[in-house]
């Protein structure tokens, strides 16, 4: 055993029974190949650190050997799995949310074995300390993951378009205003016959991967109507697809962790931050907290609600009335405004399964 100043390490082969008993508290530092991992007591020695390969195989045989500990890790990439098998292993599991714990993040003595002592006594300390966050299921990741995915494929079809009308305006010609699908048509005629062999390669990309898109739409409306039916009820506001639906409830993950739906726009980092000091108050840009890809496609919708296509209905008043102000960047501050009632009403909508009026009037629960 060690004690918290000391600077070896407990080879935990060797450990008593008793020892591992007298852990009461571990944090884990996650690391792609190793993790590092510190033991303390209730008092808050260290009674054992190691590090341990971030493998399935391995965790579980480390973390088998204990009864329930509270057991504290970050937000990153093996988070989610590694959650799920502590749990399963019958621990406490705190995972905590790396953005706000600056502890770690701004430590000027920063290492892995420094960052899994902090977890482990911030975690016995005051777990609210940790800012802690909660995984979605295994599935519903998967099922993620299926956005996202296609997500990437818009981003690289948009990519190799903007290459194409680029590599073609030195030439003197300008390639025809459509949409990426219908590029594929129309531009091999327009394209200067120097680029023609060049060119057509990154045509055929354009065409492969609108095919692919188009497949992940397929099963993502699939997904939504079979799968997330609830999703429906958050359809019905014009301007909100299958995609922004679907994005919404795997990102929540759960619509009853909310208690009132205008926390979400602040937990989507769509509310003004704030710095409130001797007797000052001063409001800046949004936080941009939480899942930037959910906030995009939120603003999106917001977009097109405001839009020439858009609506007639309370969200499309209230971000107009915004606009109408004029100042510096007036529309851009309606949009954002609108994404932000949209995604309280978003919330409303899942947890009540209500119809959607969008003009205030009839009924007053469901009201944008």
Partial sequence: MTKSNSSSQVNTKRMSSSAWQRITTIGIDLGDRFSRWCGIDRDGNVVAEDRVSTTQPAMAKLFSLLGRKRIAI?????????????????????????RKVQLISKNRQKDDRNDARTL????????????PIRHRSQTAQAHLELLRARDVLVAVRTKIVNHLRGACKPFGVRLPRCSPSAMVKKAPAAIPAELQTIMKPLL???KTISSQIAQYDRRIE????????????????????????????LTL??????????????????????????????????????DHYLRRLLVGS??????????????????????????????????????RKLAVLLHRLWVTQATYMPVRGATTDIAA
């Fill in 222 to 249: 699939h997904l939504a109507d079979h799968e997330y039916k609830e999703s429906q009820a958050l359809r019905q506001i014009t301007g909100v697809g299958a995609l922004t639906a679907l994005a919404y409830m």
């Fill in 302 to 339: 917001a977009q097109y609600i405001l839009g020439p296509f858009g609506k007639d209905c309370d969200l499309r008043r209230h971000g107009l009335a915004i606009a109408a102000r004029g100042g510096k960047n007036a529309k851009r501050r309606a949009t954002v405004a609108v994404a």
């Fill in 204 to 206: 055929d990309l354009i």
């Fill in 74 to 98: 970050e937000t990153g990439t093996h988070s989610p799995w590694v959650s799920r098998l502590l749990e399963s292993l019958g621990h406490e599991v705190i995972v905590a949310n790396s």
């Fill in 120 to 131: 482990a006594r911030l975690a016995r300390f005051d777990v609210e300390l940790l800012y």
């Fill in 253 to 290: 993950a759960d619509a009853q962790r909310f208690v009132r739906s205008r926390s979400v726009g602040a937990w989507l980092g769509l509310t003004p931050a704030r710095h409130d000091s001797s007797g000052t108050e001063t409001q800046k840009r949004i936080t941009k907290e939480g």
